[in-house]
């Protein structure tokens, strides 16, 4: 069965600062990989994934994650946070050997807060 | 861009009621997944269907169903509702083909 960690609860930055969201996975077989974003009373968006190709994938907003898989990890990473990143963000995984719907796993999510 | 479109927003309803919320996908899309969001929590699968049959079932309770439509839309039924529905539920989309759920914005049930 797959699952998902996200170690920190919350991550507080300044802006103009490098973030970082850490993320460790576990599937039986090759992961896909998601990171989502999630404002307040909002729905969850849509921020990068990683199926195969380079380590380092780039998304939405300046975010990029780097796939790690000796470590079975999916860090999100943003070199300057901006006070407008404040928000949850959750990591995700499905397993590859997925058949057309089955479900994406959610991590317990990790709130992140800019300071001005 | 079209999005998944989620009805009603916001619902109450008394314990032993029952509720319908409704999801209509992104155009094109074949797959709906639900999912439920208690207060603080991470999303909880609850069910998905892929071109109108159940593809995989999670933590769904015996006292809801869904379905999926010709239509492509899907519908969450929930009876004997008790307090511990109280939750954001979330539609969400996708093409098999790229792996990525695309979110509509939440229906929240209170139950009174």
């Known amino acids: 069965a797959q699952s998902v960690a996200q170690p920190e609860d919350q991550v507080n930055v300044a802006e103009g600062n490098p973030l970082t969201v850490k993320c460790t996975y576990s599937?039986?077989?090759?992961?896909?990989l998601f990171w989502y974003v999630q404002y307040p009373n909002r729905g969850l968006q849509f921020l990068l994934k990683?199926?195969?190709?380079?380590?380092l994938v780039k998304g939405s907003y300046g975010f990029e994650a780097e796939f790690n898989k000796s470590q079975t990890s999916f860090h999100l990473k943003k070199p300057s946070a901006l006070v407008s990143d404040s928000a949850l963000y959750f990591c995700?995984?499905?397993?590859?050997?997925?058949?057309?719907?089955?479900?994406?796993?959610f991590g317990s999510g990790t709130r992140l807060s800019i300071r001005p | 861009a079209a999005g998944v479109i989620q009805s009603p927003r916001h619902l109450i309803k008394e314990k032993r009621e029952t509720a319908t919320l409704k999801c209509y996908p992104i155009?094109?899309?074949?797959?709906v997944y639900w999912y439920q969001q208690g207060p603080g929590q991470d999303p909880q699968f609850l069910i998905s269907?892929?071109?109108?049959?159940?593809?995989d079932k999670g933590s769904i309770p015996d006292r809801f169903s869904a379905q999926q439509f010709s239509d492509y839309h899907s519908e969450l039924n929930m009876s004997s509702l008790e307090l511990g529905d109280s939750a954001l539920y979330f539609c969400?989309?996708?093409?098999?083909?790229?792996?990525?759920?695309?979110f509509g914005e939440g229906s929240r049930l209170t139950v009174l």
């Open positions: 969400a989309s996708s093409l098999p083909t790229t792996g990525e759920l695309f």
């Open positions: 599937v039986s077989g090759n992961p896909y």
């Open positions: 990683y199926i195969t190709g380079d380590n």
């Open positions: 995700a995984v499905r397993d590859s050997g997925y058949s057309s719907a089955s479900k994406i796993i």
């Open positions: 155009p094109r899309h074949d797959t």
């Open positions: 269907f892929y071109e109108k049959m159940q593809s």
